[in-house]
T-cell receptor, first 115, second 111 residues
Framework: KAGVTQTPRYLIKTRGQQVTLSCSPISGHRSVSWYQQTPGQGLQFLFEYFSETQRNKGNFPGRFSGRQFSNSRSEMNVSTLELGDSALYLC??????????????FGEGSWLTVV | TQLLEQSPQFLSIQEGENLTVYCNSSSVFSSLQWYRQEPGEGPVLLVTVVTGGEVKKLKRLTFQFGDARKDSSLHITAAQPGDTGLYLCAGAPGGSEKLVFGKGTKLTVNP
């Protein structure tokens, strides 16, 4: 059973540019959630998509957005990149909505460096 | 303010030693989860504790959920180099559907 696949794995962008990251969930999983991981703040929730609808959003500016397609694949976009957006972006998938006690499976992440 | 506080932040020990890491909060959680993340990879779920006072064992790892469901601990017996990694606790406080994570304990087990 294939795991959660994230692309690209590594990328370098310049301040002011935008970036799109992709996530393919485990087959059959309908929930995709995104997280930002930095040394200073740790793992922080960005948003969750379920059945193509954003169900929850974390405390991030509107420059961070996402979407989910009918095949459950998801993309997240960050516009007008800032140096502080440099981070590991993790995608996780689960069968049902993210709730206390549910198991979520993480991908290996996309390393974004903004210069 | 971090909703889940983990301690210690860093831990470096020799192979064969025992250790305990802690995850504390002022909020009540219906359950807490522990993950291990190795360099270059995403976190992997180790265990979910649900009942206050619950103890779960996973080989040399023992997880405990506090009676008041505000804290949890992870104890590793006879640590091995393969235990090296970042240990994260996570939970959804007060029925929230947003998973929050502690900042983690970075464990290094030296051979």
């Amino acid at each position: 059973k294939a795991g959660v696949t994230q692309t690209p794995r590594y990328l370098i962008k310049t301040r002011g540019q935008q970036v799109t990251l992709s996530c393919s969930p485990i087959s059959g999983h309908r929930s995709v959630s995104w997280y930002q991981q930095t040394p200073g703040q740790g793992l922080q929730f960005l948003f969750e998509y379920f059945s193509e609808t954003q169900r929850n959003k974390g405390n991030f500016p509107g420059r961070f957005s996402g979407r989910q397609f009918s095949n459950s694949r998801s993309e997240m976009n960050v516009s007008t990149l800032e140096l502080g957006d440099s981070a590991l972006y993790l995608c996780a998938s689960s069968l049902a909505r993210v709730k206390a006690g549910n198991t979520i499976y993480f991908g290996e992440g996309s390393w974004l460096t903004v210069v | 303010t971090q909703l889940l506080e983990q301690s210690p932040q860093f831990l470096s020990i020799q192979e064969g030693e025992n250790l305990t890491v802690y995850c504390n909060s002022s909020s009540v959680f219906s359950s807490l989860q522990w993950y291990r993340q190795e360099p270059g990879e995403g976190p992997v779920l180790l265990v979910t504790v649900v009942t206050g006072g619950e103890v779960k064992k996973l080989k040399r790892l023992t997880f405990q959920f506090g009676d008041a469901r505000k804290d949890s601990s992870l104890h590793i017996t006879a640590a091995q180099p393969g235990d090296t990694g970042l240990y994260l606790c996570a939970g959804a406080p007060g029925g929230s559907e947003k998973l929050v994570f502690g900042k983690g304990t970075k464990l290094t087990v030296n051979p």
